[in-house]
């Protein structure tokens, strides 16, 4: 499994453990089936659905990993659970729970010897809070009356044909006097989604977002903040072409999403790969200059709102498709963003700095000396860009 950004495939294979479990002893009685529930304390618990897939990682931050395609794929196992009461309840996870507290997964008994088969369940490393994004890794979470809420448990791909019984504590309910049992059939072989394409919107959360187009361009630059006195010449562009990713969110939701794409950082989560081999590296603007499209800090994409955005990457060598990686954390949302791009590589032209040589004010008239001089900064701000990227 791929990791964004500094991770290493190794750091998240060494956080999973898999846990063998025994299931143990006769059901009271016959398991329930898909969709049909069990009632205690008038909340209902059911398994929604149970698919085999590659899905995508979070860490504590939501921070989203990138698996490798055609690997690690997972069994999920989603249960469904309903607050019919008048009053809040709670649903306690048991992910982290040892082999007798959690949820787990087995064979019905064989008639003649009793045995079962015991499927492996997943249990990511607690310290790092691996999980899905369908998983909750709370302590608690808090049902509303009339609520319902999804909860993913993941285990090894099972190998066997045979009836399958899940046994579901009622401990995730606070009932701790009885074993829920569901029985399921071999799990659904669901394909991971693909890339979106470019001009398309991928939606997580209620949140848009919609690559309107892949240039290769010299980049306009502008000051972070403005400068302590005015400039004559206050603009630059990048020395040599850049790869502009042109982006919009629109919040759809009726919740505002916090945005900060940290344009001036190394910020884990923002990932650009050609050819699905090497990966681009995200291009920095130093000397307190941002692209002049480019969004600064933090801020709220209120509902119904939609906003632009511009993130710049060195250009590969060749003509090639990209994968453009988008961690949903950065928008606010749990899960990733990925669009499927074509780049075309190109000789843009150098841009024309004459309109900003004179503004038509008489003190911009300046002579040819000082005109130079300014130009000639104008061009060494652009330069000191271009080298902060590789720093």
């Not at 008994?109 to 009793?114: A, E, I, R, V």
């Not at 309910?173 to 989604?193: C, H, L, W």
């Not at 050819?275 to 995200?282: A, G, I, L, V």
């Amino acid at each position: 499994m791929k990791i964004s950004g500094k991770w290493t495939i190794a750091l998240l294979i060494a956080s999973m453990a898999f846990g063998f479990v025994g299931c143990k002893g006769e059901p009271p009685e016959p398991p329930r089936e898909v969709g049909q529930a069990d009632v205690l304390n008038k909340v209902e618990v059911s398994v929604s659905s149970f698919e085999v897939t590659t899905p995508d990682f979070l860490d504590g931050a939501n921070r989203a990993a990138r698996p490798a395609e055609g690997q690690d794929k997972v069994a999920i196992l989603r249960l469904k659970i309903k607050n019919n009461s008048g009053e809040e309840r709670q649903y306690k996870p048991l992910h982290l729970e040892g082999a007798k507290g959690r949820v787990q997964l087995c064979t019905d008994p064989n008639p003649d010897t009793g045995a079962r088969q015991n499927i492996k369940a997943i249990k990511f490393d607690a310290s790092n809070n691996y999980h899905t994004p369908g998983q909750h890794i709370e302590n608690v979470v808090k049902i509303a009356p009339g609520s319902e809420i999804y909860d993913d448990y993941l285990f090894e791909p099972p190998v066997t044909n045979e009836q399958l019984v899940v046994l579901v504590p009622g401990t995730i309910i606070g009932d701790n006097s009885k074993i829920m049992r569901f029985k399921v059939n071999k799990p659904v072989e669901v394909a991971a989604k693909p890339p979106t394409p470019q001009g398309t919107a991928a939606t997580l959360d209620g949140l848009d977002v919609k690559v309107t187009k892949v240039v290769h361009e010299y980049a306009e630059l502008d000051s972070v903040a403005p400068p302590a006195k005015p400039r004559k010449y206050p603009y630059a562009y990048t020395e040599k072409p850049v790869l502009a990713i042109y982006v919009t969110l629109t919040n759809n939701s009726t919740e505002g999403k916090s945005y900060e794409p940290s344009h001036g950082s190394d910020v884990v989560g923002v990932n650009l790969f050609f050819e699905k081999t090497s990966q681009q590296k995200r291009i920095k603007f130093g000397n307190g200059a941002k692209g002049k499209n480019q969004i600064q800090g933090k801020i709220s994409i209120e509902p119904g709102r939609t906003i632009s955005d511009v993130y710049y990457f060195e250009p590969p060598s060749s003509n090639g498709n990209l994968e453009f990686d988008l961690s949903g954390h950065i928008c606010g949302v749990r899960g990733i963003y990925r669009f499927d791009l074509a780049f075309s590589k190109s000789n843009p032209a150098a841009p024309d700095l004459e309109p900003y040589k004179s503004s038509g004010k008489p003190e911009d008239a300046a002579d040819e000396g000082g005109e130079e001089e300014d130009a000639a900064a104008t061009a060494d701000a652009a330069a000191d860009a271009d080298a902060e990227k590789d720093e």
